[in-house]
């Protein structure tokens, strides 16, 4: 019978563990594979670790894996990726946003041989701020613009996926992770499920504004040089620019001579010129500070105890 990897990343969900839980049991019954769940513990501060450690002895199907400290949730994606020894993998959700009841329909797709992955996507946006939909919204059409990598609106890291297409995105063992870019780049056939927005079972969202921009970033300089041809066209445009202003003062002032004007025009060309100056260097600076990061070849992720151990 084939084995269904689950890797579940939670962080400070000692609420929503148990409830996970409970709504998992019978998808794992009802389903026609052997199931296993890692729970990675992305370095919480409260009891998640011992809701794993409870479930894990309870249930041999459940694993648990705790950080040494918080790495993000892409780290922790990819740790359970590491662990994980089944024939198909599922990223889910702790908090239910993901529902489990569409797991049968997707391993289903996915066994049946009509795609290597299916991935699920949100419908609806409903119970979310105006603002951070609106952001998101563009932020998906700006980098579908200037990414060759197409990131689909409203996608979720809730997929299924095959052996073959685990083991690449396995290989891409970068530092800066962004898995919704990595899912897409590695290819093969994905079908897309919608589903109507869930609230959280319990506790609350993790992501500030400030850590979506972030991660937002992460996905721009991950997936695209774009940014950096910009500046360089911004570069060749001022250039240009600039040269025919400095002909036709040369002219002006041959043909009419110079009284002393324009002074207060001067200082906000300098100032512009200065904004897009920092502006460029900012965008280099971006890129240059991954690659620094890159280069350090760090680990993604260091556990500090897990249920592995015991074997
Ligand atoms: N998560 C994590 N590490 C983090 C942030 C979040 O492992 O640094 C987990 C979290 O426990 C949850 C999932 O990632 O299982 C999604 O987080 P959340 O529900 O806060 O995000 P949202 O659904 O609002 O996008
Ligand atoms: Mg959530």
Redesign the pocket.
């Known amino acids: 019978m084939n084995l269904i990897s689950v890797i579940?990343?939670?962080?400070?969900?000692e609420e929503?563990i148990p409830i996970y839980y409970e709504h998992m049991c019978p998808v794992m019954d009802a389903i026609d594979a052997d199931c296993e769940l890692i729970f990675?513990?992305?370095?919480?501060q409260d009891a998640?670790l011992s809701e794993m450690k409870k479930l894990s002895e309870k249930d041999a199907r459940c694993q648990y894996l705790s950080f040494s400290r918080?790495?993000?949730?892409?780290?922790?994606?990819y740790a359970g990726l590491c662990k994980a020894k089944g024939d198909y993998v599922v990223v889910?959700?702790?908090?239910l946003?993901?529902p489990p009841e569409l797991l049968p329909k997707m391993y289903e797709m996915v066994k049946s041989g009509i795609c290597d992955s299916v991935a699920t996507r949100r419908s609806d946006r409903t119970g979310e701020p105006v603002i951070r939909s609106f952001l998101s919204e563009n932020f998906y059409k700006f980098i579908n613009k200037i990414s060759k990598t197409q990131l689909v609106y409203g996608a979720?890291?809730y997929r299924i996926m095959c052996r073959k297409m685990v083991d690449a995105v396995l290989q891409m063992s970068e530092y800066n992770r962004f898995s919704k870019g990595i899912f897409s780049w590695v290819g093969f056939r994905t079908e897309w499920l919608e589903y109507e927005n869930v609230e959280?079972s319990a506790?609350?969202?993790?992501?500030s504004l400030r850590?979506l921009f972030k991660y937002s970033l992460e996905g721009i300089t991950g997936f695209s040089v774009a940014p950096l041809s910009v500046a360089a066209v911004l570069g060749v445009v001022f250039c240009g620019v600039s040269f025919l202003m400095i002909l036709f003062l040369v002219i002006r002032t041959l043909i009419w001579g110079d009284p002393v004007a324009g002074w207060p025009s001067m200082v906000c060309v300098i100032l512009f010129m200065g904004g897009i100056q920092l502006l460029c260097m900012g965008i280099m600076g971006e890129y240059l500070s991954k690659t620094y990061l890159e280069s350090k070849h760090r680990p993604i992720y260091i556990v500090r105890s897990s249920s592995y151990e015991k074997e």
């Open positions: 579940v990343p939670c962080w400070n969900e929503t990675v513990d992305d370095g919480s998640t918080n790495f993000g949730k892409e780290a922790a994606i889910m959700d702790v908090d946003q993901d979720r890291d959280r506790g609350e969202t993790k992501w850590q």
